[in-house]
């Protein structure tokens, strides 16, 4: 498996505490009692820009909430939701959609970190009338709806998750900081809660995490931006198949 993956250095460990933090904290928040304030804006613009991996593009927008109606019935409602982030692939590349997952993750965990809440979007969203301007190539794979939370997150977190042995067989034979890693990857949200990772132990020092379809490449992604705030600043090699569904962790 390659592992040129830009990913590898592209994020300094040592600046993740707060998104490490952040996603222990982290659920999904539909409802809002405000827009973000002026400095949490210009935060999220430069977050925008900073936590972007080739091939990805975070562009901020501002909304009402019938952007975010879904069309069969209340399930999912969203509440007072004014502004978005989309992100976007700006190439045909089966892992720029996986960069995408871990760039969209990095930036809401970061809103998160700034006291915000937020919900990765992409099926509940009307398409034709998001109104930012694209440019060639470029493809928003999803929204991330954000906001002043209405209220705050309770600990602990009721995460309705599966069992740790579906996700991870293996889970008692990984070494303690691939069970961090495992655990972090476990808390991770997915495309209507689906959890379709799957980790496998492939050496005593290494752990894959898989999809079974192209359509959960984004959900590689995010699950991929959890595996490298567990490892902080453990030494790591991430390494990607070629069609994107599937990538390597290898401890060093
Ligand atoms: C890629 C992705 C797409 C999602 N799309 C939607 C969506 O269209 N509508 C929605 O209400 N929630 C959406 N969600 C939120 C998930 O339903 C939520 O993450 C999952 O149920 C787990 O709950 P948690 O985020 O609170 O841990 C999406 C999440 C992800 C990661």
């Known amino acids: 498996m390659p592992s040129d993956w830009r990913l590898n250095g592209f994020y300094d460990g040592t600046k993740l505490t707060?998104?490490?933090?952040?996603?222990?904290?982290?659920e999904s928040c539909r409802a809002f009692s405000a827009a973000?304030?002026?400095?949490?804006?210009?935060?999220?613009?430069?977050?925008?820009d900073e936590l972007a991996?080739?091939?990805?593009?975070?562009?901020?927008?501002?909304?009402?909430?019938?952007?975010?109606?879904?069309?069969?019935?209340?399930l999912m409602k969203f509440e007072n939701v004014q502004r978005f982030a989309a992100v976007m692939t700006t190439d045909?590349?089966?892992?720029s959609v996986v960069n995408a997952g871990i760039s969209g993750e990095m930036f809401l965990l970061?809103?998160?970190?700034?006291?915000?809440?937020?919900?990765?979007?992409?099926?509940?969203y009307k398409h034709g009338q998001v109104g930012l301007k694209t440019g060639e190539g470029e493809k928003i794979v999803s929204l991330i709806a954000l906001g002043r939370p209405k209220n705050q997150?309770?600990?602990?977190?009721?995460?309705?998750?599966?069992?740790?042995a579906a996700l991870c067989p293996d889970?008692?034979?990984?070494?303690?900081?691939?069970k961090e890693v495992a655990q972090y990857v476990r808390i991770a949200p997915s495309a209507i809660n689906l959890q379709p990772w799957r980790m496998k132990l492939e050496s005593p020092s290494s752990l894959s995490v898989s999809v079974g379809r192209p359509g959960q490449r984004l959900d590689l992604g995010i699950a991929l931006c959890h595996a490298l705030l567990a490892?902080?600043?453990?030494?790591?090699?991430?390494?990607?198949?070629?069609?994107?569904?599937?990538?390597?962790?290898?401890?060093?």
Do not use: Y
């Not at 973000?36 to 925008?48: C, G, I, K, T, Y």
């Not at 997150?153 to 740790?164: F, G, L, S, V």
């Open 18 to 26: 707060g998104l490490f933090e952040a996603a222990q904290r982290r």
């Open 36 to 48: 973000p304030d002026s400095e949490q804006w210009n935060a999220l613009l430069a977050a925008a």
């Open 53 to 74: 991996m080739p091939g990805v593009r975070i562009a901020l927008g501002i909304c009402d909430n019938s952007l975010f109606q879904p069309l069969m019935g209340l």
């Open 92 to 95: 045909d590349k089966p892992h």
């Open 110 to 124: 970061h809103a998160a970190e700034l006291g915000l809440g937020g919900c990765w979007v992409s099926g509940t």
């Open 153 to 164: 997150p309770e600990a602990p977190i009721n995460r309705k998750r599966k069992e740790m």
């Open 171 to 178: 889970f008692d034979r990984l070494d303690p900081a691939l």
């Open 231 to 252: 490892l902080g600043s453990t030494p790591a090699l991430f390494s990607i198949s070629e069609n994107g569904q599937s990538a390597t962790i290898e401890r060093l």
